[in-house]
């Protein structure tokens, strides 16, 4: 049961994941650069939180083409769980892994704050140790967090179950109030189509240990560890 942190430059919570994973799967993932141009034989992936390559251009989008990713796309396409967390997600989008894209957030301002998210799906390696419609408390710090696609992908994206997460109220309503950066129709995070593939902008492993302020982030480490261990 291995797993890989890619790093980039100005990745700044891949120690944070590695943290989390070690708790989860019992000793330390391996951390690979983002210059690297092969990936060790790994059961899952981890594309981190940050600021790559200092966010120029756009958020993720020279990151999505680091010569590591061509082979995080490559495990991808053959069955690899590879989570993207924050400015993760805007790399899995900016590579292809994921539709949409993450866009300015409406406020024009930095989110830094706890926010309600509703589990949408529990039937995955990355949810299953949570309940569908499960309310848990997770923590956003992002710019650019922003979801939005084209109509006929959103459509694919909620017919299709992909969608893994939505911020909402802490009684799990979907509010306008409770979405805290304008993402379309609430989404915190999505799947691919395969369900192996999970993007999403808050934060789970800043509330995976008890002196952090809470365990909610907790059950997707441990339930991917359970995963990639069966």
């Not at 756009?58 to 069955?79: D, F, K, L, T």
């Not at 084209?150 to 009684?171: I, S």
Request: charged letters at 20%.
């Amino acid at each position: 049961m291995t797993a890989a942190v890619i790093v980039f430059p100005g990745s700044n919570c891949d120690r944070d994941v590695a943290v989390s994973l070690e708790a989860a799967l019992g000793h330390k993932p391996l951390m690979v650069w983002h210059g690297d141009s092969a990936l060790p034989d790994v059961d899952l992936i981890v594309v981190p939180g940050g600021f790559s390559y200092g966010d120029y251009l756009r958020s993720g989008a020279m990151a999505a083409n680091s010569p590591v990713m061509r082979e995080v796309i490559s495990r991808a396409g053959n069955g690899t769980p590879v989570l993207g967390i924050c400015n993760g997600f805007q790399v899995l989008t900016e590579c292809g892994l994921l539709p949409g894209v993450l866009m300015r957030n409406a406020s024009l301002k930095f989110i830094c704050r706890d926010v309600d998210l509703r589990v949408e799906r529990a039937d995955t390696v990355f949810t299953s140790q949570y309940t569908k419609h499960q309310v848990i408390r997770i923590p956003v710090a992002h710019h650019d967090g922003n979801y939005f696609t084209d109509p006929d992908t959103h459509k694919a994206l909620e017919d299709n179950g992909q969608v893994a997460f939505r911020y909402c109220a802490a009684d799990g309503s979907l509010t306008e109030e409770a979405n805290p950066n304008g993402s379309l129709a609430n989404i915190a995070g999505i799947l691919n189509e395969a369900g192996n593939v999970l993007g999403m902008m808050p934060h789970p492993e800043r509330l995976a240990d008890p002196l952090l302020g809470g365990l909610d982030g907790a059950p997707m480490f441990s339930a991917l560890a359970e995963a990639i261990a069966a």
